[in-house]
């Protein structure tokens, strides 16, 4: 039996020592003021209709507007909404970490305050999970002609690369609109990784998944908080997190650079040997700046994969919390 105070599943609740909850959902919050009235007023009637205990873990990602005076509006006649403050901005991957693990339910989902994912679908995945016996069910976005063109490719190749250098498991479109039981929670918290890319990482444990598909919306309110350096960011994070293959790629690049100097060499010398050498500036500065190049390359991937290392062994929270009103005022 458990000791006093111990977390346990019953059924499909999650028992935390004081209340019940069956159900947790997770929204990291970074300057959207403009979107918050119009989730509380699509979400909240969704979740108080499923009958069953609840919490919304609003994470409030250091948000510089007015996104916090109006979560502490909220959650004044909202009180199953729960707000967790951070510090500073962490980023959405901290931001979604901090509320997956102080979340409390038997399963979480973590949606967008965007709302480009519907939680209309929230009773259907939890239907589907429960139905089935699954501990993960992913959102899948099938139709994203809401987004810009630009915003479609880039997302089809990053799809297509992290199902090639990760693996397979990789459900293509899948963002962070998912839903996880409690022990993928549990196993996720036991985890060293500092940078955690969840898109990767959750498909790599391997629980067992399904799928729910959607037509993804234009965001209802405000500006993407993921321009596109973020977005080279994350291919960056995901790539080096989760591949070693650039590294063998500085590797193959390197050998083929030295073929290519030796049979230049070998080249030289011949034509040398044959008196026909004359003095050629362009040959010449050509053939630096490629093996130069060649040489930075390969450095920067090292570094990489080294500045990775530097940041494991620092072993730094990758967010702090400033606040989190469940802690203080405890429900009874």
Wanted: aromatic residues 8%.
């Amino acid at each position: 039996m458990p000791g006093p105070g111990a977390s346990r599943i019953i059924g499909a609740v999650y028992d935390t020592g004081t209340e019940s909850v069956a159900l947790s959902i997770v929204v990291p919050i970074f300057n959207e003021e403009e979107a918050l009235p119009v989730l509380a007023a699509r979400l909240r009637p969704i979740l108080d209709g499923g009958g069953e205990p609840y919490e919304v873990v609003a994470v409030d990602d250091g948000s510089t507007d007015g996104t916090a005076r109006l979560l502490e509006d909220l959650r004044t006649v909202w009180p199953q909404l729960r707000i967790v403050t951070l510090r500073r901005n962490s980023g959405h991957q901290a931001a979604l970490t901090a509320g997956l693990h102080r979340s409390l339910g038997a399963y979480v989902i973590s949606i967008d305050a965007d709302l480009q994912d519907p939680p209309e679908l929230i009773p259907d995945m939890l239907a589907l999970a429960r139905a089935d016996g699954l501990d993960i069910v992913y959102g899948i976005r099938t139709d994203r002609s809401a987004d810009s063109g630009f915003k479609r490719r880039t997302a089809a190749a990053y799809y297509w690369l992290m199902r090639r250098l990760a693996g397979s498991y990789v459900p293509a479109q899948a963002g962070d609109f998912r839903l996880l039981s409690r022990a993928v929670v549990e196993t996720l918290k036991t985890l060293p990784d500092q940078q955690q890319i969840y898109r990767l990482l959750i498909p790599w444990l391997g629980f067992p998944g399904g799928q729910i598909t959607y037509q993804r919306a234009e965001r209802v309110a405000g500006a993407t908080k993921y321009p596109l350096h973020k977005m080279v960011l994350l291919a960056l994070d995901s790539v080096t997190s989760f591949s070693a293959v650039p590294l063998r790629l500085a590797t193959a690049i390197g050998a083929f650079s030295l073929v290519l100097c030796l049979a230049f060499l070998t080249w030289a010398l011949t034509v040398y040997a044959m008196g026909r050498t004359l003095p050629g500036w362009t040959s010449l500065i050509i053939t630096v700046l490629f093996f130069g190049a060649v040489q930075l390359f390969c450095l920067g991937m090292l570094g990489e994969y080294v500045a990775r290392i530097y940041t494991a062994v620092q072993a730094r929270p990758t967010y702090s919390v400033a606040s989190d009103t469940q802690d203080d005022h405890p429900r009874q």
